[in-house]
């Protein structure tokens, strides 16, 4: 079992940057691979990032791709997505997730955190 909780999310600029943070419970962190998602509202639940659990490997869509950076602490049981240049349309709130596979699929993650609204002004 693994508890996730999401700070750092809040209201910026066009243009500036947000750092958000996910801290997770339990002694098994670095057994799970981890991502970001994000929802707008009216609008389906989509990837961000995604990190492997053993060599940090990445993965983005798209859309945040040499914007944002996903990275993960396995001491402190914490996993990052630093948002760089955001864009109105990154508007949403954003959910970290842990699962035993790495994917881009949101279903296949287990646990989730209960998010933290990101919006950005333009």
């Known amino acids: 079992q693994v508890q996730l909780v999401e700070t750092g999310g809040g209201l910026v600029q066009a243009g500036g940057s947000l750092r958000l943070s996910c801290a997770a419970s339990?002694?098994?962190?670095?057994?799970?691979?981890m991502g970001w998602f994000r929802q707008a509202p009216g609008k389906e639940r989509e990837l961000v990032a995604v990190?492997?659990?053993?060599?940090?490997?990445?993965y983005y869509a798209a859309s945040v791709k040499g914007r944002f950076t996903i990275s993960r602490d396995n001491a402190k049981n914490t996993v990052y997505l630093q948002m760089n240049s955001l864009k109105p349309e990154d508007t949403a709130v954003y959910h970290c997730?842990?699962?035993?596979?790495?994917?881009?699929?949101?279903?296949?993650?287990?646990?989730w955190g209960q998010g933290t609204q990101v919006l950005v002004s333009s």
């Open positions: 997730a842990a699962g035993s596979l790495l994917t881009t699929v949101a279903a296949d993650y287990s646990y």
């Open positions: 339990g002694r098994t962190f670095s057994t799970y691979a």
């Open positions: 990190v492997r659990r053993s060599d940090g490997w990445t």
